[in-house]
């Protein structure tokens, strides 16, 4: 099966130091024949960054709330992402997990409302520093994926994967293209027992975790990645840039 091919760029709670429209002025360049480009900027910045952007570039929001509407003080729905001209979401990214607590059923119930107002879900997995020494990766990548295994993903059309393990994230560190390579076969093999059959090769999954322009070609050279997912190069529009020219 063809998989889409995506690198997303993550700015948190950032802007890039450039300034906005400069920063889309020049990833309005790029190519876009062997990666799509999906931009997730921080929720007030959407419609800017959105109506500065060519056309077939996206965007994303960094989260959404777990609830359709109403007494939720300071969170953001699905279908007002939806309204912003957004057509991706992150959601369950490690940030969200460990600063705030979000479970595995709050991320659940995020990506069922993603797959339910329209909007394509990238979800994040990945392991923290002491499941790794422990050999646990596999166990802790395929218990966050059973956790959101539910009748919504027969609904949805695609559902990216981004495999962050969170040592690597905004650390310098990144996880090496064998490890990545590895760690993606566990994920497909979750996939097959958990989830609906054709998200098994169909899935995207994309690697997150201090990915540079320089680490760009270890990570892609084992052929199973389909993209990143780019938080701190992301806010430099030639690292960001430079990321995504390496996908080729
Ligand atoms: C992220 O925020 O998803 C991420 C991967 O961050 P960084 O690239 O800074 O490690």
Request: with cysteine; charged share 20%; aromatic share 6%.
């Amino acid at each position: 099966m063809m998989r889409h091919r995506y690198v997303i760029a993550n700015w948190k709670m950032n802007l890039p130091p450039e300034g906005i429209e400069p920063w889309a002025d020049a990833i309005n360049g790029a190519d876009l024949a062997t990666a799509a480009l999906v931009v997730a900027p921080p929720f007030p910045y959407l419609e800017r960054v959105r109506a500065r952007l060519r056309d077939d570039i996206a965007t994303a929001g960094q989260n959404c709330a777990d609830q359709e509407k109403g007494a939720y003080t300071g969170e953001v729905s699905a279908a007002m992402l939806w309204e912003t001209g957004a057509r991706f979401v992150i959601v369950g990214h490690s940030e969200r997990r460990s600063i705030y607590g979000e479970g595995d059923g709050i991320v659940a119930r995020k990506l069922a409302l993603a797959i339910s107002t329209g909007l394509t879900p990238v979800l994040c997995i990945g392991e923290s520093l002491r499941a790794r020494d422990s050999g646990k990766v596999a166990t802790v990548l395929a218990d966050q994926l059973r956790a959101c295994a539910q009748p919504a993903l027969e609904s949805a059309g695609e559902v990216i994967l981004a495999y962050e393990p969170v040592w690597a994230i905004g650390t310098g560190r990144n996880a090496t293209g064998s490890m990545v390579a590895e760690t993606v076969g566990r994920i497909r093999e979750a996939l097959a027992r958990f989830w609906p059959e054709r998200f098994t090769t169909g899935a995207p999954i994309l690697y997150g975790g201090s990915v540079t322009p320089d680490n760009v070609s270890d990570l892609v050279a084992h052929g199973t990645i389909d993209g990143f997912l780019v938080g701190g190069a992301s806010l430099d529009s030639a690292k960001f840039a430079g990321i995504h020219a390496g996908m080729r």
